[in-house]
């Protein structure tokens, strides 16, 4: 599917015949974007690229990523998401989060029941008891 060089490659021919095999314009299918895949992985399986596959890798990787963004974007997670994850994923239960964190418990139960968001103050003693960073809660702007 991606060209081979046929001699040397001068002045970015084979940027140009990557270029015609599949454009580099906006993909509006999951048809475009499975070809678009697949081209991105055989250049990649490749190894050490030379300029103008890099180049054309380059651009076609942020149209795909555009794609999924617009496509197939993720909502970020809410803090009673991230904290029923890391409640489950260290295998805590609530009582002993609130002891570890100083946070009563009934607080604990009304982020995850989604009735009441995190303070600061309340996010920075999680993120201390689970070993990450403070940005784990915060959600990103749509």
Known sequence: MVPETHGTNQDGDLYFELVRSFPLRPLRSEDELDRAMKIMDELLSRGDLDSDRQDYLDV???LVERYEDKVHSIPA???????QHLI???GVRQVE???ATSIAESTISAVLSGARKLTREQ????????GISPAAFMESPS
């Open 60 to 62: 076609l990787s942020d």
């Open 77 to 83: 997670a809410t803090d009673a998401q991230v904290l």
């Open 88 to 90: 489950e994923a260290r």
């Open 97 to 99: 989060l609130a002891q």
């Open 123 to 130: 996010i920075e003693r999680l993120a201390a008891h689970f």
